[in-house]
């Protein structure tokens, strides 16, 4: 796995919508690599936030997608 993969499944793993065999290998990846592993804790903490202030379940998605393409310019 490399980083895009890592990065492409972080919103999956924190929705735990990944099997266990994809979960094995993303925290495999965050163990190893210093930057997915700060954009995790960065995006854990971020979509915890939200959740806590915001109880639809609409505007936390579209936060998400602006993140993912701000991630994919960056
Ligand atoms: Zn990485």
Same mark, same amino acid.
């Given at each position: 796995? $490399? &980083? $895009? $993969? &890592?990065?492409?499944r972080l919103y999956q793993y924190l929705d735990k919508e990944l099997t266990e065999g994809d979960v094995t290998v993303v925290k495999q990846?965050?163990?190893d690599c210093v930057g997915c592993s700060d954009h995790f804790v960065f995006e !854990?903490?971020?979509?915890?936030k939200v959740h806590d202030a &915001? !109880?639809?379940d609409r505007a936390p998605f579209e936060l998400r997608e602006r993140i993912v393409l701000r991630l994919r310019e960056g």
């Open positions: 796995m $490399d &980083c $895009d $993969d &890592c990065l492409e990846h965050l163990d !854990a903490r971020f979509i915890k &915001c !109880a639809d």
